[in-house]
């Protein structure tokens, strides 16, 4: 791996290259400022003390248990449907605007019974938001299972659409670890009921130290009994049974993996199951002393299916353009190897094969632009 001595160009080459974003939490990405104009709101209507939570906002670095106790506070801020809309549709636009192309973002379905808020309503909200969007052209699926896009049909005269960042968005709906069995079951039967909309998939996250595997394998195995493919919050803390009883399920993703040992990682090369990598979330939550120990280098040298991805975008600070600069300068990356880390990602998103030869043709369409230009730039 070549070191790329140009940091500066690097970075921005890191954001204008077409990306795939596969592990991204809907409340976890909440803009700042959106934050703190909820909780200010929120403070004035007295329903909590704004400079309690201002600090807890502001705050980088934090802990694992500072985390989940930040989403809690998102929690308060984030229950009403117009809300969820609007940070949906910011959300998109965020990663729209940084060259995103292809992204699955996950959220975790809530019942709110004082907002009138059931599991079917939040995700209502969310497909609001995906309508909503307007300063890019994001595409998701409608009722009659055909694309759906701000601007569909796309006409060629319509020189909006033209103009407009194109980024296919698909849902998968998140079981949190907290949950009981039958709430995880629900999850899943909506998740199904919901595949007209653009959801695809499956996630199991929230507090790793929380909760145990065989609460939700019933709903886990249901979903693949129904093809709808699962991707798993796999080893973010140390638990050798968990890791082992998931990687028997045969995941169609793992994220993290941090805590994986040799034989563990020997049973995921076998069966090539893809990892989404999250350097700075790692870091952050101190899965790791170094970033320089990261099981990504491992990974990437032994052409494992992987990955990057930014797990939560506000809450540490990140953004995918940031972690792919982070990889090609950690490890010696250099620009070619970026462009093809991201083109891999095409093979393990969770849409249907047209969606994949779309996204195929976006990168092609970038490597002609290239070529064009800069003719000796593949040499
Ligand atoms: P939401 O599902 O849209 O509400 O996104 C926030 C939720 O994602 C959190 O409450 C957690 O359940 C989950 N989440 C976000 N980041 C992590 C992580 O690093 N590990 C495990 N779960 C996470
Ligand atoms: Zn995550």
């Known amino acids: 791996m070549e070191k790329c001595t140009n940091l500066a160009e690097m970075k921005e080459w890191c954001r204008a290259i077409p990306k795939i974003e596969l592990h991204a939490h809907l409340n976890g990405c909440i803009r700042d400022s959106t934050l703190l104009e909820l909780a200010k709101l929120l403070g004035e209507k007295g329903v909590i003390i704004f400079a309690d939570v201002e600090h807890v906002i502001r705050k980088c670095g934090r802990s694992l248990t500072e985390c989940f106790q930040l989403f809690d506070l998102f929690h308060i801020l984030a229950t009403d449907h117009e809300t969820i809309s609007r940070i949906t549709k910011e959300v998109v636009e965020d990663f729209a605007a940084e060259e995103v192309v292809y992204l699955e973002l996950r959220t975790t379905p809530k019942n709110n019974e004082a907002k009138g808020m059931t599991k079917r309503s939040y995700m209502k909200a969310v497909i609001n938001g995906l309508r909503s969007v307007d300063t890019v052209d994001a595409s998701f699926i409608n009722l009659n299972g055909k694309t759906e896009s701000f601007c569909e049909p796309m006409q060629k005269s319509c020189t909006t659409c033209?103009?407009?960042?194109?980024?296919?968005?698909?849902l998968l709906l998140s079981i949190d670890r907290r949950e009981t069995t039958a709430a995880a079951m629900e999850t899943v039967c909506l998740a199904l009921e919901m595949r007209e909309f653009g959801v695809v998939g499956i996630d199991l996250s929230g507090n790793p130290v929380v909760g145990e595997w065989d609460t939700f394998l019933p709903a886990l195995k249901y979903a693949k009994e129904q093809g709808l493919p699962v991707t798993l919050?796999?080893?973010?803390?140390?638990?050798?049974?968990?890791?082992?009883?998931?990687?028997?399920?045969?995941?169609?993703?793992?994220?993290?993996?941090?805590?994986?040992d040799e034989d563990d990682w020997e049973k995921a090369r076998l069966s090539q199951i893809p990892v989404e990598i999250c350097l700075t979330s790692n870091?952050?939550?101190?899965?790791?002393?170094?970033?320089?120990?990261?099981?990504?280098?491992?990974?990437?040298?032994?052409?494992?299916?992987?990955?990057?991805?930014?797990?939560?975008?506000?809450?540490?600070?990140?953004?995918?353009?940031?972690?792919?600069?982070?990889?090609?300068?950690?490890?010696?990356?250099?620009?070619?190897?970026?462009?093809?880390?991201?083109?891999?990602?095409?093979?393990?998103?969770?849409?249907?094969?047209?969606?994949?030869?779309?996204?195929?043709?976006?990168?092609?369409?970038?490597?002609?632009?290239?070529?064009?230009?800069?003719?000796?730039?593949?040499?």
């Not at 939550?285 to 491992?298: D, G, K, P, W």
Request: with cysteine.
């Open 283 to 379: 870091l952050r939550t101190q899965r790791l002393s170094s970033i320089h120990v990261h099981h990504f280098a491992n990974l990437y040298n032994a052409n494992h299916p992987l990955v990057l991805c930014t797990d939560d975008t506000g809450l540490f600070s990140t953004s995918l353009s940031n972690e792919y600069y982070l990889a090609a300068e950690t490890f010696g990356l250099d620009k070619k190897d970026m462009l093809q880390l991201g083109a891999n990602a095409i093979e393990f998103v969770f849409a249907d094969s047209e969606v994949k030869k779309a996204i195929r043709e976006i990168f092609r369409a970038f490597e002609r632009r290239l070529t064009d230009e800069f003719p000796s730039w593949k040499s």
């Open 233 to 260: 919050h796999c080893g973010e803390v140390s638990n050798k049974m968990e890791i082992q009883a998931m990687l028997n399920f045969s995941p169609d993703r793992i994220g993290h993996a941090c805590f994986l």
């Open 162 to 170: 033209m103009e407009k960042k194109k980024i296919y968005v698909r």
